[in-house]
């Protein structure tokens, strides 16, 4: 066989499989590529397809939502229950605020107006939400919330509120220690939750008793003139008007900060109007309680002036004896207040003194 003619050696191009990964992958990349940014142009044009088909029809019924969210808020204003109509208010301004933006022309300022109600109602239905949450009150707290804030329309949180914002202090004085002493600052106001005690003049004279319950703050406990005063006038050195003293074997006192307490009542209404509630039952529960203290103090001095020349007529004795009977003062504080003029029952009766008794 003739040997085959000599040539060049044949030039044998590499399999696909043996070029380089980088170069085999980059078509495929790219393609991969394509399809999803075709994927995610036609997601976002079905997206908007249908939120257009979804407007289109809320748009040819927007006078539903007028409708609907004029019905919602008929029945939030009569409800009796704020949270209740907090809620209603909120779902009522949102169907105004469809309705408005469904316009063949959007009404964007009404929407706004709209949505600055709802954050209204949002804000105050938190502070709602956070005024019933489930509060733990010590036995003491509990104890002084009951007596003096829970039937003059303070909640449970507010209560706690007022006892951080005013730096609440709990003491305790034995029997004649002195709680307040006549001319010191008046830098806070004290609550009696236990024991008793009575207020003193500055000759040292007794006044009235007080004792837990209705009438227990030692002094005012809210002055809405002090304030509705200029910032300059509440500078000034506030003092105490009267002394008081413990005369129980122990009394339990809590103390608020003034100044702190009437900036945290100011600054609401609700609060500053439930003040003026405690206030005003405050000061009838002082005079109801102090009537008789001040009826048997006012005869003990009829009996000094009518005692003092060591005889009484029966006229004198007449108008003690109708005192007695008008202002109801028993017979032990009739004879406790004749010893302690040095005479007996016996020698009032008598219209004279023994002087060798």
Not at 38 to 53: F, K, W, Y
Not at 226 to 234: I, L, Q, Y
Not at 244 to 250: G, K, N, Y
Not at 274 to 281: L, P, V
Request: charged fraction near 20%; proline fraction near 6%.
């Amino acid at each position: 066989w003739p040997s085959p003619s000599p040539g060049p050696a044949p030039q044998w191009a590499p399999a696909p499989s043996c070029a380089p990964r980088s170069m085999a992958a980059t078509p495929w990349l790219r393609i991969l590529g394509g399809a999803r940014a075709c994927h995610a142009v036609c997601g976002a044009a079905l997206r908007e397809s249908r939120l257009h088909r979804v407007r289109e029809v809320c748009g040819r019924k927007r006078h539903y939502f007028v409708h609907a969210g004029n019905l919602i808020f008929l029945a939030a204003i009569n409800q009796t229950d704020m949270m209740n109509l907090r809620a209603l208010s909120i779902v009522a301004s949102a169907f105004g605020i469809a309705y408005n933006l469904l316009q063949p022309v959007p009404l964007f300022a009404p929407a706004a107006w709209g949505m600055f109600f709802v954050s209204c109602h949002v804000y105050y239905a938190g502070q709602l939400i956070k005024e019933r949450q489930h509060i733990t009150l010590t036995p003491e707290e509990e104890e002084v919330y009951e007596k003096g804030f829970l039937r003059y329309g303070f909640t449970p949180r507010q209560f706690t509120d007022i006892l951080e914002h005013a730096h609440c202090v709990w003491n305790t004085f034995r029997s004649g220690e002195w709680i307040h002493r006549e001319g010191d600052r008046r830098e806070e106001v004290t609550l009696l939750i236990s024991g008793e005690a009575e207020a003193v003049n500055a000759s040292g004279g007794f006044m009235w008793k007080v004792a837990p319950g209705q009438g227990a703050w030692l002094g005012d406990f809210f002055n809405p003139n002090f304030v509705a005063k200029s910032p300059e006038s509440r500078t000034k050195v506030r003092l105490h008007p009267v002394s008081w003293r413990c005369v129980a074997l122990e009394c339990r006192t809590m103390s608020l900060s003034t100044d702190h307490l009437y900036s945290h009542l100011a600054s609401n209404p609700r609060l500053e109007a439930a003040a003026c509630r405690t206030q005003i039952h405050d000061l009838k529960g002082k005079v109801k309680r102090s009537m008789p203290d001040f009826c048997l103090h006012t005869y003990r001095q009829m009996l000094e002036v009518a005692t003092s020349d060591g005889s009484i007529c029966n006229k004198e004795r007449d108008l003690l004896s109708s005192w007695r009977e008008r202002h109801q003062i028993d017979d032990s504080a009739h004879v406790a207040a004749l010893a302690e003029l040095g005479w007996s029952d016996k020698e009032f009766q008598a219209g004279k003194r023994n002087r060798w008794s």
